[in-house]
């Protein structure tokens, strides 16, 4: 298999969450800088921030399984089965170039 190829998406999809990332930092950095709020506000904004660590965490764990999938390229280990060291089905890395098994194996290891 070509991993060149799923290098570039990997790579590309890395960038694109760090870039949300930092996006995301900065926007909570100035949300924290307002003045004085009502309560409506304050009890609004730790809603928002709730939704926000939970969409934070979403993307940390994806940057997380890119980075994984990259070092697997580095180490001619991309694109095997976690389960039974088979070939991933090129398929299923298009549709999920993370994926961490084939899909034999799709429900162990929580699918990816």
Known sequence: ???????????AEEKRLTEALAAEQSEATEEGNLAVETRDEVAEKFE??????????????????????????????????????????IDRLEASPTAKTCKKHLSDLNGH
């Open 48 to 89: 928002d921030s709730d939704e926000r660590e939970a969409t934070h965490q979403t993307l940390e764990n994806h940057l997380t399984e890119v980075r994984n999938a990259l070092a697997k390229i580095g180490t001619g280990t991309y694109g095997k089965c976690e389960v039974c060291q088979e070939p991933i089905e």
């Open 1 to 11: 298999m070509d991993t060149n190829h799923f290098k570039e998406i990997l790579l």
